[in-house]
């Protein structure tokens, strides 16, 4: 399943044991973000088979509803369910519970319903089980709640800055659409939803992710290092080489240079450093660049 998909399922699994008050605002999140929520008619449409039985265990409990539930079959075999309730007493209980907004266009969200604290997460959870969905941490930091209703949209933003998490927004194909791209604020996103499986989960990914990021960074940093080391080691050798095939040897150089000369010769691939530690007393590296300098320019003046 994918990581929204366990989310929304660890979401699901813990509505059971809220209060009723809590239970009431999941269901309002629920509603709101859902497909239809109107006089005429609720309607919510999911693939997933724990949401639908969520769905339906919320009118029962909280409203002694009893949904229709459709089944359809898509072409690759994926259920579609679409949830409705469409008699008009029922939709009655609803209303007096919740209340409607004047229609579609003004679906909002109705705080009175929101005075306690501890529903807060209640109706966030509802809130992400229709509207939200949420991008495997391994591929990129995504979390976003979508609507077509602009009021909704405005209310929503109103709600989640109060909670001071910085929301980002756009639309797209019709949709309003609140986003988070930080993994911060997604693991407080998560938090305040009490997806603790799924925090823990993305934390762990994050931790990975970064070593991984780190460790590229210093390969590709020593790579860098031994790339320069080598070639300038090529250079150094050829010029001693040069230098002996004018000479027969190494004989005629200053005894400073001679030896630095050598010791490059036999260990072509060591840096400057480890060339000075294999002196005594050791010499320093700018030492060492220095006298090589010179066997440059002289193999240069032949
Ligand atoms: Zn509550």
């Known amino acids: 399943m994918s990581f929204a998909g366990e989310t929304k399922k660890e979401l699901c699994k813990s509505i059971l044991r809220l209060d009723k008050c809590c239970k009431f605002a999941v269901l309002y999140g629920i509603l ?36 229709k539930i459709r089944g359809k079959q898509r072409h690759d075999n994926q259920i579609t369910y679409t949830i409705s309730v469409t008699e008009k007493e029922d939709i009655m209980k609803i209303e007096n519970k919740y209340g409607f907004p004047g229609g579609a266009s003004s679906i909002g969200i109705n705080f009175m319903l929101l005075q306690n604290e501890c529903c807060h997460k209640a109706f966030l959870k509802g809130a992400f089980i229709t509207g939200g969905s949420v991008t495997n ?29 910085p929301v980002k927004n756009v639309i797209r194909k019709g949709h309003y659409i609140i986003y988070f791209k930080e ?59 040069k230098i002996i095939d004018a000479y027969g040897s190494l004989a005629h150089l200053d005894d400073d240079i001679r030896q630095v000369a ?41």
């Open 183 to 241: 993994s911060e604020s997604i693991e407080d996103m998560l938090t305040l939803m009490d997806a603790t499986s799924s925090l823990f989960k993305m934390m762990d990914i994050k931790i990975v992710k970064d070593i991984r990021n780190h460790t590229n960074r210093i390969t590709n940093c020593e790579t860098a290092n031994i790339t320069k080391t080598v070639n300038a080691s090529a250079k150094h050798v050829e010029a001693i080489e």
């Open 262 to 302: 050598e010791k490059r010769l036999e260990n072509p691939e060591s840096t400057l450093n480890e060339l000075g530690d294999m002196f005594t007393p050791p010499m320093s590296k700018s030492a060492i660049n220095h006298r090589l300098k010179k066997i440059l320019l002289i193999a240069e003046e032949l």
């Open 32 to 67: 709101l973000f859902g497909n239809k929520f109107s006089v005429n008619e609720i309607k919510i449409v999911t693939e997933k088979d724990f949401i639908k039985e969520t769905v339906y265990s919320l009118f029962k409990e909280l409203f002694d509803i009893e949904p």
């Open 137 to 165: 941490p391994e591929k990129r930091y995504h979390l976003e709640f979508a609507t077509p209703h602009y009021y909704l949209f405005n209310d929503m933003k109103v709600f989640l800055m109060e909670k001071d998490i």
